[in-house]
């Protein structure tokens, strides 16, 4: 199978035929909730918190986010996903039409924790020619660091195109401040195997 | 989008962080809309600490509500019930469905529509 970003920049395919496969095809909905469910295990979060979902797309994550407890705003960078998350999801947090790669606005210390469910692999993109992957990935991580509590965690599920590209993203956020590391699920598993980026921002909290 | 958010969002662009005009975001042109949701007290006090008092009460003020206290209230176990639902309606459930919001730093202006705004920037400003 093609991987979706080596098609087109994601505000272009996620149009709404692809938006509306979001909403339509179980699988991926299954699969959406079941890696969701999963962020939120390992983000472990002390009580009903704000948390902000990158790329929150059709809004499957940020629902589950809010079935929890906990209040979600959203971020993503595709209008018709947005606009597939107003129709089908009901959705009670916020969603903003913003591109991850040009930052998180959010003032410091507004996040107590961060899901983000297939969507930071996109930040390697350079499908224009002002999107320098590198740059694009300092300002991410530069920002979301800045946005979090001292002592909020990340937990961004994503799938990593190589080990190169792997590790570019793990030293990127280390080098703006984050603790962390990769779990993998299934990791024997070709098809199901999974990537959770887990990123600390400060603080004593044991991984 | 909710007040809880705006009294968070900053301006998108890199210039213009940390800088005291650029926050809040002015709100003008606004619609709003009432979106009934569960009461969270445990919510309400987690977030009410990092909430900017001061940013809160321009924001409100633009939308032509003045109901609010100069002081920010202090939430604790025993906190009535009338406290809670009207800290609750004020960030939670009052929505700006249509509208902009102008940084004012750089001038940008966000533009809202049914109630998501737009946070991108032009490539000129990044
Ligand atoms: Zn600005």
């Not at chain 1, 407890?69 to 959705?91: N, T």
């Not at chain 2, 619609?31 to 924001?59: C, H, T, Y």
Request: with cysteine; hydrophobic share 35%; glycine share 8%.
């Amino acid at each position: 199978m093609s991987r979706p970003e080596h098609i087109a920049p994601p505000e272009i395919f996620y149009n709404d035929e692809e938006a509306g496969k979001y909403n339509t095809n179980t699988r991926i909905q299954s699969i959406q909730a079941e890696m969701t469910e999963r962020a939120i295990e390992l983000l472990d979060p002390e009580g009903p918190s704000l948390l902000l979902d990158i790329g929150s797309g059709s809004g499957i994550s940020s629902s589950i986010a809010e079935s929890f407890g906990h209040v979600a705003v959203g971020m993503d960078i595709s209008p018709s996903m947005l606009s597939v998350a107003l129709e089908s999801q009901d959705v009670e947090g916020d969603m903003l039409l913003a591109d991850m790669g040009n930052g998180v606005p959010f003032r410091a210390g507004t996040f107590d924790g961060v899901i983000s469910i297939s969507a930071i692999q996109w930040l390697l993109n350079a499908d224009k020619t002002c999107n320098v992957p590198q740059r694009r990935l300092n300002r991410f991580f530069e920002t979301l660091y800045s946005s979090m509590k001292r002592g909020g965690r990340a937990v961004m599920q994503y799938y990593p195109e190589s080990d190169r590209s792997q590790q570019m993203i793990l030293d990127t956020a280390k080098k703006c401040g984050f603790a962390g590391g990769i779990v993998v699920d299934h990791p024997e598993s070709k098809r199901q195997k999974k990537f959770y980026l887990i990123l600390q921002a400060g603080g004593m909290r044991a991984l | 989008m909710k007040l809880l958010t705006v009294n968070f969002l900053t301006c998108s662009n890199k210039r213009c962080s940390g800088t005291s005009e650029a926050f809040p975001l002015k709100i003008e042109d606004a619609k709003l809309a009432i979106q009934e949701i569960e009461l969270k007290p445990e919510f309400l006090r987690n977030i009410l600490p990092r909430v900017d008092w001061n940013a809160l009460l321009i924001s409100t003020r633009q939308l032509g509500n003045h109901s609010l206290p100069e002081e920010k209230p202090e939430l604790t176990e025993e906190s009535d019930e009338v406290l809670l639902k009207s800290l609750h309606n004020v960030l939670l459930e009052t929505e700006i469905t249509e509208g902009k919001m102008t940084c004012g730093s750089c001038g940008h202006v966000y533009p809202i529509y049914e109630g998501i705004p737009n946070m991108l920037l032009s490539e000129t400003e990044i």
